[in-house]
């Protein structure tokens, strides 16, 4: 493509678009320069400006009032004129070029929006999760310092075991981030969901029962599915221990499946505080957490895990009286 000529945003020709809204002919400009007033300066400038980027037409981009941009066309190879119909034709396609343009425009703001917003939550997150345990640890050693100076072993004990603790802390954080940022591939078997919904609930048994929450069990007939079988545990485990931890006065804890349709579903329900109608929406992000040692990362996983899965995940709550989180896969 050949430049013709640049028009910056201050041109009058610009000015002009704006004002009349709808295609420019230079063949007409030139005639109602002769027919009427020669000394029409905007006219002159405009008849000037076409011909200098070798525009033939002129034709606005409009999206809503805003002028998008412009495009030309030179004059017909066989010298005619523009007709009618052809100015009518490049007036709709101007539209819709403006429309398409607009698009493009809006959906690459979106999706820049969307990666700023969940970088700045990530790095957020990330920071607020980190800070407490390194403080932890650093007030540690600073004490630590100076028990092993005076032989001050109580403060030594303490070290020991809270510097661990906290370290394993970070440990969690960095491990279930790298697990949300890049999931492990999945590595499919054919497998029972009801034995994984077993394998994890023996892990919770003790702690059920010690916080007084009755487990119901009610398993269907459902048949075997190619899954991650681990990855499928990791759901249960973290939505099990949501369940439980809402439920810091005891409860009761219902887990079901069923086949519908060919796909299996899966209930997991409890009578915990439940979650407030305008949290909904937040539950999934990376980071959101109510609890005060949450990491908020649980729910970004699960979610995470089910789509790769093809499956989907659906929540149900009335706070004060409980949550269903219902997946099928
Ligand atoms: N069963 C549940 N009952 C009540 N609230 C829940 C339940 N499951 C999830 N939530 C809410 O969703 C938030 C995010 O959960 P999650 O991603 O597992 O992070 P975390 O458990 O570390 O807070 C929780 O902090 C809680 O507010
Ligand atoms: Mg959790």
Do not use: W
Request: hydrophobic share 40%; with cysteine.
């Amino acid at each position: 493509m050949e430049i013709k000529g640049i028009i910056d945003k201050n041109n009058l020709l610009i000015d002009y678009l704006m004002r009349v809204k709808r295609p420019i002919v230079l063949e007409e400009v030139i005639f109602e320069l002769e027919s009427k007033d020669s000394l029409d300066k905007t006219l002159n400038f405009v008849k000037d400006e076409l011909k200098r980027i070798d525009a033939a037409v002129c034709v606005p981009l409009f999206a809503e009032d805003r002028l998008i941009g412009i495009f030309t066309l030179a004059e017909k190879e066989n010298q005619e004129m523009y007709s009618d119909e052809d100015i009518e034709f490049l007036s709709t396609i101007s539209n819709q070029f403006a429309v398409a343009i607009e698009r493009a425009h809006l959906h690459q703001e979106l999706l820049q929006a969307d990666k700023m917003s969940s970088l700045g939550t990530v790095a957020a997150g990330m920071a607020h999760e980190i800070k407490n345990p390194l403080a932890s640890i650093m007030g540690m050693t600073e004490m630590v310092t100076k028990a092993l100076e005076t032989g001050d072993s109580e403060t030594i004990e303490d070290f020991k075991k809270v510097v661990p603790k906290e370290l394993n802390r970070i440990n969690d954080l960095v491990q279930n981030l790298l697990t949300y940022a890049k999931p492990p591939k999945l590595n499919k078997n054919s497998v029972n969901i009801n034995e994984i919904l077993s394998d994890v609930l023996k892990l919770f048994e003790l702690e059920l029962m010690q916080k007084n929450i009755k487990l119901k069990k009610d398993f269907g007939n459902v048949s075997k599915k190619e899954l991650d079988p681990e990855q499928i545990k990791q759901v249960f485990t973290n939505l099990i221990l949501n369940a439980e931890q809402s439920m810091p006065n005891g409860g009761e804890l219902k887990i079901s499946s069923e086949l519908v349709n060919n796909q299996i579903m899966i209930k997991i329900s409890d009578t915990g505080i439940g979650i407030e109608n305008d949290k909904l929406k937040n539950i999934f992000d990376p980071f959101f957490t109510t609890k005060e040692k949450g990491a908020g990362l649980g729910l970004a996983i699960t979610y995470r895990i089910v789509k790769e899965h093809d499956g989907e995940i659906e929540v149900d709550s009335n706070p004060g009286q409980g949550t269903t989180f219902t997946l099928s896969l």
